[in-house]
């Protein structure tokens, strides 16, 4: 049995995290040389990957992307601005799924055919409205109903294809991989989870899902691998600060032995687009 890994990166700067929505940050202050160094890591280990971007922000990396490109990366949506989903009207949901792809699609020349939700932030209702505006792919599924941001997609109204990829007749939804931690479920999908988890717990935990599954699926932003200092942020509360700021040096690190622990198991680094193609043959 083959097995595949896709690593993602969602383009997005600092202060597009929720934390920050409600008070006012420096916008000047950019944290999106992260993307190169994401790029970086990724190409010295010969590997594609799928760049969620922000169409608000694909403009100040236009280059970035069409490079991306070029060199066999995947450029997907994640909305216009970091609006969550199901805080916004459908309309209004609507509009920032037709102005994102084709603002991607003007500045790469090429379809954008993937979306990821902002905070993961959407349900079933909201996911037929991907299809009807051209999207053929989805990873906004997380089983992690704890978290208050996140949305809640029922899989159980697709087909299961491999492990956390499910088709319906319109759409292919990419599920990011949880696992079991003290009878809790527990995301080991990148971001913040590989960034605070120290290494030893966060391999402890992957090591283990990937024995017995097909896929992972890796996520992570921008921030995480910036060569900046994290801005101070008032305003917020300690443990927000913490969880914004904590682990940052690590992560290029940690993601570097990530990817030699996916090697290690023999997944095939792959974009969603061409693993949504794979899974329709299985």
């Known amino acids: 049995m083959k097995k595949y890994a896709v690593l993602s990166i969602d383009v997005e700067d600092w202060h597009h995290c929720?934390?920050?929505?409600?008070?006012?940050t420096n916008k000047n202050y950019s944290m999106l040389d992260g993307l190169n160094n994401f790029l970086?890591?990724?190409?010295?280990?010969g590997i594609p990957s799928t760049l969620f971007t922000l169409s608000d922000v694909a403009p100040l990396i236009k280059d970035e992307l069409y490079n991306a490109i070029n060199n066999n990366h995947e450029v997907s949506s994640h909305g216009v601005s970091h609006k969550r989903p199901l805080t916004i009207s459908k309309s209004d949901f609507i509009e920032e799924l037709k102005?994102?792809?084709d603002s991607l699609e003007d500045i790469i020349g090429s379809q954008v055919l993937g979306y990821r939700a902002p905070c993961f932030n959407?349900?079933?209702?909201?996911?037929?409205?991907?299809?009807?505006?051209g999207y053929k792919y989805d990873s906004s599924?997380?089983?992690?109903?704890?978290h208050p941001l996140y949305g809640d997609i029922d899989l159980s109204f697709f087909n299961k294809k491999m492990d956390n990829v499910y088709q319906n007749e319109f759409l292919t939804e990419f599920e990011l991989p949880t696992t079991k931690l003290l009878n809790q479920n527990i995301p080991i999908s990148g971001g913040g989870y590989l960034r605070i988890f120290p290494w030893l717990l966060m391999k402890k935990l992957v090591s283990d899902f990937l024995k017995i599954n097909q896929t992972y699926f890796l996520y992570i932003h921008p921030f995480e691998l910036s060569n900046k200092a994290l801005p101070k942020v008032d305003n917020v509360s300690f443990l927000t600060n913490f969880r914004f700021k904590h682990g940052?040096?690590?992560?290029?690190?940690?993601?570097?032995?990530?990817i030699d622990l996916l090697k290690l198991n023999n997944f095939e680094f792959v974009t969603f687009k061409s693993l949504m193609e794979i899974s329709k043959k299985t």
Not at 18 to 24: E, G, Q, R, V
């Open 18 to 24: 929720d934390y920050f929505s409600s008070i006012k």
């Open 99 to 101: 102005v994102s792809k």
């Open 40 to 45: 970086e890591i990724v190409e010295s280990h």
């Open 248 to 258: 940052q040096t690590e992560t290029p690190k940690k993601l570097n032995n990530l």
């Open 122 to 133: 959407i349900n079933n209702e909201l996911t037929e409205e991907l299809t009807n505006t």
């Open 141 to 146: 599924a997380m089983a992690f109903s704890s």
